[in-house]
């Protein structure tokens, strides 16, 4: 697969059948989606993987392995294409073969891959799972762009595991808007003295559910 054209991008707005129910709980519901690959993944139990862009090595292959194990089981991962956790559950999902699917939500248009470095990344989601947008083709990336693609992580997902996370950051935004949409939230713990245990052990402190392993969260979502 080739960077996404135009031509291949197709948009949904709120009154189409194939827009997704659960973004309709968000108070500001995207007004349409631009989506690039299978769209009816969009109707699969999904888990957000999310946390900081500059993990450490430990985070890196906790976020590898709990995507790959998660899919294994039949739950879609969803992320943000960004640098460390995101990218790193984009690849645990797509496996060894690189053709099982994820979704990756994007804060630019879905012409436009951000951070460059992962266009094989995005090419490989594109061809096996979904590249998802609100913002139109030709959009590069913004600041402001990155809340609101968050927002769009935490209303699809089931359930949101934070990997990693500064006390301030993007995945804790995510993982506030999953909590106020009644996602399951969840975290894994780490040392006192690594800042990116800071963000999940506030979390913890304010209930999300702490992990030590896949089954943790399999055992919550299996209500679902």
């Known amino acids: 697969m080739n960077k ?4 291949d991008i197709i948009q949904i707005r709120q009154n189409s059948a194939g827009y997704p129910a659960r973004l309709l709980d968000l108070y500001d519901p995207p007004n ?3 989506i690039y690959g299978d769209i009816r993944l969009l109707d699969l139990p999904m888990v957000a993987i999310v946390g900081s862009r500059k ?3 430990e985070g ?5 392995y709990f995507a790959q194990a998660l899919s294994a089981k039949g739950y879609l991962i969803i992320s943000g294409l960004a640098r460390g956790i995101d990218g790193a559950a984009h690849l645990g999902a797509l496996g060894q073969k690189q053709d099982r699917p994820t979704i990756a939500v994007c804060g630019t248009g879905l012409d ?5 470095e992962h266009q094989r990344l995005a090419q490989a989601i594109g061809s096996s799972g979904l590249l998802v947008s609100e913002l139109e083709p030709g959009l590069g990336p913004k600041a402001w762009h990155f809340p609101r693609r968050n927002r769009i992580i935490a209303a699809l997902a089931l359930g949101i595991l934070v990997i990693e996370a500064a006390e301030r950051s993007g995945s804790l935004i995510t993982a506030k808007i999953g909590l106020e949409l ?3 939230i969840f975290a894994i713990p780490g040392s006192i003295h690594h800042p990116l245990s800071r963000g999940c052990h506030q979390l913890l402190q304010q209930g999300a559910k702490l992990v030590q392993s896949p089954k943790d969260i399999l055992e919550e979502l299996e209500n679902w």
Do not use: C, D
């Open 32 to 34: 349409s989606l631009y």
């Open 182 to 184: 009644g996602r399951e």
């Open 60 to 64: 890196i292959k906790n976020a590898h």
């Open 55 to 57: 993990a450490s090595q």
């Open 112 to 116: 436009i891959v951000y951070p460059k």
């Open 4 to 7: 996404p054209k135009n031509s």
